[in-house]
């Protein structure tokens, strides 16, 4: 053999032993970009073929890779129909990932823990007639219906459109292969459900907006984190640090996707500001919440959700997901029909009222409307946005429920109107929600 020969030799068996070592290293340790890539893709998958029946073939190349990381494109996928679970991995071998489906409470990946089982309630269905009491639309307007199935105004990868004007749906409209009995992922406008729950748990006198974070987070007691309390974790002003940033590892895709008990590894993020000064966005804050008002409940809190709050507005549809320690991801994973989603924008309308009872005190929501200093009125205290997403100043009275990729509910009090807009939007495309709210209104008033 040449010397040249020897030399590509020797060159070939060096790439081969440098692959086959790189191979062995992404199977025993995969980086955490890897891990998030699947755990996101297994998650997405599960909740969305055992919650709303979809196909996982169509929901992996739809949902997760068509918008996604690059990463995305080579997600593989098992669907295990009988043990209802979805497994994922990158290139068909690395970063195993698996999210698991139990009835009432959707899809949870799995670490390194067990998921416990639950014999969970059956929802109770909305009564007979005309929503929200059932599911019958009586008299939509013509007008409006126009406005909605206008492609311009509804955007890119629009899922449900949907117009509530007097406590009435008047107009709705649905993208091809979803419709009224499709859940669909609020992403964070699960937020502003929390904050609905603790408003419950405050009619009931088992919380108050001045608890404090601590008797869930002892460590807390022993720093700048002692005085947090429930209000201003609600009003995004703990000063604790955190990063938003999605499309990366990062604290929040740290805390979904890489994480058995979400809430604990939150709670470890150290005081970076004082209490009030600032305004920082951020998930790892409303599943604390969660798990604070569950501690502060007790007993069967699983079953709190639809006792306190979906029972009794008709939600029969809505599933609030949990991690893997059973705390509900609440600030991200909740999935209902567009016409359950509009009960709670109708609830909130209606400051926490709903058929002759009040399951918020009175002026709660009202709080909930009201602007936090720290966020220059951008913010509200209920988990609530003041201001249309991507759009400023803020539009009349407005206060906007908002979530990841294009999911929003829109609620004007002066015009006794609710208009929800969901879809697979990504915030490059540039859409605004504000342009469908005009033109809905103008068809109103025409």
């Known amino acids: ?9 020797g060159a070939v068996g060096t790439v081969a032993l440098l692959g086959v070592a790189g191979a062995g290293y992404l199977a025993v340790s995969p980086p955490a970009l890897l ?6 893709s297994a998650k997405i998958v599960c909740s969305n073929v055992f919650i709303a029946g979809r196909d996982a073939e169509e929901v992996l190349a739809l949902d997760v890779q068509a918008p996604g990381h690059p990463v995305l494109k080579q997600i593989s996928m098992r669907v295990d129909e009988d043990r209802q679970r979805i497994e994922t991995r990158v290139f068909g071998f690395f970063a195993p990932a698996v999210s698991q489906y139990r009835p009432g409470l959707g899809c949870t990946n799995l670490h390194e823990a067990e998921l416990n089982v639950f014999d969970m309630a059956v929802p109770a269905a909305p009564g007979s007639g005309i929503w929200p009491e059932g599911n019958e639309v009586a008299a939509p307007s013509p007008a409006v219906q126009a406005v909605l199935e206008d492609a311009a105004l509804t955007g890119q990868g629009v899922r449900a459109v949907l117009v509530l004007h007097q406590g009435r749906i008047i107009g709705e409209a649905y993208g091809v292969g979803f419709d009224a009995e499709t859940p669909l992922l609020g992403w964070s406008m699960t937020k502003t459900v929390t904050a609905g729950l603790i408003g419950t748990l405050i ?10 974070g601590a008797t869930s987070y002892p460590v807390w007691a022993q720093d700048e984190r002692a005085d947090v309390t429930v209000a201003d974790l609600l009003g995004m002003e703990s000063g604790l640090q955190w990063n938003e940033s999605y499309g990366d590892v990062s604290d929040v895709t740290k805390m979904l996707y890489l994480n058995d008990d979400m809430a604990g590894f939150t709670a470890k993020q150290p005081a970076e500001a004082a209490i009030g000064s600032t305004f920082n966005y951020s998930s790892g804050t409303s599943t604390m919440l969660s798990r604070i008002w569950q501690d502060q409940l007790g007993g069967d809190s699983l079953a709190y959700p639809r006792k306190a709050l979906f029972d009794p507005l008709g939600m029969s549809s809505a599933i609030l997901e ?16 567009a016409r359950d989603w ?6 909130l309308l209606q400051k926490g009222a709903w058929d002759g009872a009040q399951l918020v005190p009175e002026g709660f929501v009202d709080w909930m409307f009201e602007p936090t200093a720290a966020s220059g009125g951008t913010y509200a205290k209920g988990h609530l946005w003041l201001e249309a997403p991507g759009e400023q100043p803020p539009f009349e009275d407005a206060v906007w429920l908002y979530g990841h990729d294009g999911q929003t509910i829109g609620i004007f009090p002066s015009r006794d109107l609710v208009i929800l807009r969901m879809g697979l939007t990504p915030s490059k495309t540039g859409y605004s929600e504000l342009p469908l709210v005009k033109a809905v209104i103008a068809a109103l008033e025409g």
């Open 1 to 9: 053999m040449s010397k040249l020969g020897k030399i590509l030799k």
């Open 342 to 347: 509009a009960r709670y924008g109708q609830f």
């Open 322 to 337: 949990t991690d893997a320690t059973d705390t509900f991801v609440g600030s991200s994973y909740m999935y209902a029909t």
């Open 35 to 40: 891990k998030v890539a699947t755990n996101y």
């Open 203 to 212: 009619q009931s006198g088992d919380m108050a907006l001045s608890d404090l």
